[in-house]
C-alpha cells in the first residue's frame, strides 16, 4: 500500500474489513497505515438488487471483498461470467470495460475493479431500456456458487 487511507463513518453505518463486518455507533474516522481490504455499506449490492447480468457479476466480486476465503472460487464465478457476457456483449464500450475489470481482478485491485464495474452500469440501463416489456434480454447470467 502506498499511504494511508482515511474512512469517515456516520453513526450507524457499517464498513467490511478484511471480512470482518464492523458497525459504528457514532461518527468515527478511520485511519488505515497498512494493506486492507475493505467495502463500505453504501457499495454493498443487496442479492435482491443483482437483476442484470453486470449487477450479479458485482453481487460475485463483492464477495472477494467481504469473503477473503472465498477468493478462488470467487474468482472462477468472475472469470466463467466474463467470458459469456463479452462474448454477448453488442456494445464495443462494455466489452472494453469488462476488459479493464477483469485486468483489475488479475492483478488484485479488486475495489477498483468494482468501482469501474459500477460504472458500466449505465451502460447496461440503456441497453436494457432497449427492450420493451414484451421482449426478454438474451444477455443472462447465473450467479454462480
Same mark, same amino acid.
Given at each position: 500500500?502506498?499511504?494511508?487511507?482515511?474512512?469517515?463513518? %456516520?453513526?450507524?453505518?457499517?464498513?467490511?474489513? *478484511?471480512?470482518?463486518?464492523?458497525?459504528?455507533?457514532?461518527?468515527?474516522?478511520?485511519?488505515?497505515?497498512? *494493506?486492507?481490504?475493505?467495502?463500505? @455499506?453504501? $457499495? =454493498?449490492?443487496? @442479492?435482491?438488487?443483482?437483476?442484470? #447480468?453486470?449487477?450479479?457479476?458485482?453481487?460475485?466480486?463483492?464477495?472477494?471483498?467481504? @469473503? #477473503?476465503?472465498?477468493?478462488?472460487?470467487?474468482?472462477?464465478?468472475?472469470?466463467? =461470467? $466474463?467470458?459469456?457476457?463479452?462474448?454477448?456483449? #453488442?456494445?464495443? @464500450?462494455?466489452?472494453?470495460?469488462? =476488459?479493464?475489470?477483469?485486468?483489475?481482478?488479475?492483478?488484485? %485491485?479488486?475495489?477498483?475493479?468494482?468501482?469501474?464495474?459500477?460504472?458500466?452500469?449505465?451502460?447496461?440501463?440503456?441497453?436494457?431500456?432497449?427492450?420493451?416489456?414484451?421482449?426478454?434480454?438474451?444477455?443472462?447470467?447465473?450467479?454462480?456458487?
Amino acid at each position: 500500500m502506498s499511504g494511508v487511507i482515511r474512512i469517515s463513518l %456516520r453513526a450507524g453505518e457499517t464498513i467490511f474489513i *478484511n471480512g470482518a463486518l464492523v458497525s459504528v455507533d457514532r461518527k468515527t474516522s478511520l485511519e488505515f497505515r497498512n *494493506n486492507v481490504t475493505f467495502l463500505l @455499506e453504501n $457499495h =454493498m449490492l443487496k @442479492e435482491d438488487d443483482a437483476v442484470t #447480468p453486470l449487477r450479479k457479476m458485482y453481487l460475485n466480486l463483492q464477495k472477494l471483498l467481504i @469473503e #477473503p476465503q472465498s477468493g478462488f472460487t470467487t474468482r472462477q464465478n468472475f472469470y466463467e =461470467m $466474463h467470458t459469456i457476457l463479452v462474448a454477448a456483449s #453488442p456494445c464495443d @464500450e462494455l466489452v472494453d470495460g469488462l =476488459m479493464e475489470v477483469k485486468n483489475l481482478i488479475n492483478i488484485g %485491485r479488486n475495489f477498483e475493479a468494482l468501482k469501474k464495474l459500477r460504472k458500466l452500469f449505465e451502460i447496461e440501463d440503456a441497453m436494457m431500456m432497449q427492450f420493451d416489456d414484451t421482449e426478454e434480454p438474451q444477455l443472462k447470467v447465473s450467479q454462480g456458487g
